[in-house]
Each structure stands twice: as C-alpha cells, then as structure tokens.
C-alpha cells in the first residue's frame, strides 16, 4: 500500500544559497539506507556524524535530521542540535540521546514526536522510500538565539538569516 502522492523536493535549495563543505558519517552512507541503528523502531540511536570547519566566520553549529517526505505539508523534524562550538567538527554515535551526550552548551530542541533527542526514522509502513537529509549548519554566532523551548521551525527561521555554509548528508529508508 501506497500513499501515492508526489516527490517531495529537496528543500535545500529552496533556501537562501550557503557555501557548502563536507559531512560524512561511518553509519550513514550518503544516499544508502539507514541501517537499523538509526531507525525509531529497531535502534533509535543518532549517527556519528564528522565536518570539515565550517566557512571563514563560522562560529558555532546546528545539526538536523529532516524528512521532507513526511505526509504532512512541513515534513518531519527528527533531530535538532542547536549551538554546537565553533570548534567543534563531529558528533559520536547516539550524541542525540540526551543534552548530557552533547559538547558544550549545545542543547536539543524538540523533534515532531515532541521529545529533545535524536527520534530515528519512522515513515509509515507501505510508503515510499523516505529521504533523511542529516545536515550541519554553519551559524555566523557563537548561539543561535533560541532556547530549547523553540520549535524546529524557529531554528529554521533564525538559520535564515545566520548560516555561513551547509553540509548535507542524506540516507533513506522504507518499510
């Protein structure tokens, strides 16, 4: 069984441009399935993630998980992790389990199941093959300007206007 609607677009370039640098992961292979680590209902634990430094001016991260192809019209938040220091370039595996598992004053805000962790993927059975779009966002602050109480898309709306670069790293799941 389907849900037989269309691709969603890679949102992405739908935002303002940023220069881009590298992400890479030893659990997530770009555009390879997720393994079942990184699925809400068989391990629920966040990848190991590693950056190059972001661009010049670059001084603190933001790191999310976005489905875009949620049937929902806003997708799905599954992980943000906001005010990661600038010095800063990797995450270890399940760094998305609680703020504790976290460098420095980074913090998590909550994912749309509504909890402040790392929440696996978990498209519904028989829909399309989902994209994970793992993405590390370069900030030109030391911090955001949010709290943890701030919804994905407040983050979104304040990377708007101050993300030096991207780097983007997708996996994919279906059941």
């Avoid at 069984?1 to 303002?16: E, F, G, H, Q």
């Avoid at 661009?55 to 049937?71: K, L, N, R």
């Avoid at 059975?125 to 955001?144: C, I, M, N, S, W």
Wanted: charged share 15%; aromatic share 10%.
């Amino acid at each position: 069984m389907s849900l037989d609607r269309p691709v969603t677009p890679d949102p992405y370039p739908l935002l303002p441009a940023a220069p881009s640098f590298d992400v890479s992961s030893v659990d997530v292979t770009d555009g390879q399935p997720l393994a079942d680590a990184q699925v809400y209902s068989l391990g629920n634990t966040s990848p190991q993630l590693t950056w190059e430094p972001g661009p010049e001016g670059t001084q603190s991260y933001v790191v999310t998980c976005f489905d875009p192809d949620a049937p929902t019209p806003s997708g799905f938040w599954h992980w943000v992790v906001v005010d990661v220091p600038g010095d800063v370039t990797s995450l270890d595996t399940g760094a998305g389990a609680s703020d504790d598992a976290l460098p420095g004053a980074a913090f998590h805000v909550r994912n749309d199941f509504g909890t402040p962790d790392y929440a696996g993927a978990a498209p519904p059975e028989g829909d399309q093959v989902h994209r994970y779009f793992f993405v590390v966002h370069a900030v030109k602050e030391p911090t955001l300007g949010v709290d943890s109480s701030a919804t994905p898309a407040v983050v979104g709306f304040n990377l708007a206007f101050k993300t030096a670069g991207r780097a983007i790293l997708t996996g994919t799941y279906a059941h």
